[in-house]
C-alpha cells in the first residue's frame, strides 16, 4: 500500500503566496493549477493529495502527490516550470532584443524612404544592420509576443470604377 503524502506546515507568507497563485490570471494556467492542489490541502487538511489533484483538474490520482511532494521539498519554487527537453533556441533573448528596439524606431527616422514596417522591411533592415537572417515566421512569433500586430494596408477605393469613372485613365500603365 502507498505511503499518503501529507501537506508540510506552511508559514503565513507561503500560504498567502500559494493563494495568490491559485487565484492568478496572468501566471501560467499550469503553475495555477498545481497551486490549486495546494490550496485544496490547505483547505481541507483531510484530504488526501491524490482527491486535491482530481479537485485542480487532473485526471490522473499521481500528479496530486507529485505536486505536493515537489511543493514539500522547494515551496513555491517547486510549482514552477522546469527546462524540458528539445532543441535549444537559435537565436538568443539579445538578438530578440535587437529585433524588438528595430521595430519600434519609425523607418524614417533611420533613413528609410517608407514610413512603416512591413515583415519583409524589417527582416531586410534587420540582416543589413546585425548580419543576422531571421526568418518570417520567428520574427512572426517574436513580435506577436511582444504584443505588436501586422496592420494590412487598405484602400478606400475598394471598388474604385463605381466611384471613379475615369479611374483607370487616371492611374495610368
Do not use: C
Request: proline content about 5%.
Amino acid at each position: 500500500m502507498p505511503k499518503h503524502v501529507q501537506l508540510r506546515t506552511l508559514t503565513e507568507e507561503e500560504q498567502q503566496a500559494v493563494r495568490r497563485l491559485a487565484a492568478s490570471r496572468t501566471a501560467s494556467q499550469r503553475s495555477v493549477q498545481r497551486a490549486k492542489v495546494i490550496v485544496a490541502l490547505l483547505d481541507d487538511p483531510t484530504l488526501k493529495a491524490s482527491e486535491a489533484g482530481q479537485r485542480a483538474g487532473y485526471n490522473s490520482r499521481q500528479v496530486g502527490p507529485k505536486w505536493v511532494r515537489r511543493f514539500n521539498a522547494e515551496g513555491l519554487n517547486g510549482l514552477a516550470e522546469r527546462p524540458r527537453a528539445g532543441r535549444k533556441p537559435i537565436h538568443s533573448e539579445e538578438v530578440k532584443s535587437k529585433l524588438v528596439d528595430l521595430a519600434l524606431q519609425k523607418p524614417r527616422s533611420l533613413g528609410y524612404p517608407f514610413a512603416l514596417w512591413t515583415l519583409e522591411r524589417l527582416q531586410t533592415a534587420f540582416e543589413e544592420r546585425n548580419h543576422i537572417h531571421l526568418s518570417d515566421s520567428t520574427i512572426w512569433t517574436w513580435m506577436e509576443a511582444e504584443g505588436f500586430a501586422w496592420k494590412r494596408q487598405q484602400s478606400w477605393f475598394h471598388e474604385a470604377e463605381k466611384h471613379d469613372p475615369e479611374f483607370v485613365e487616371k492611374r495610368g500603365p
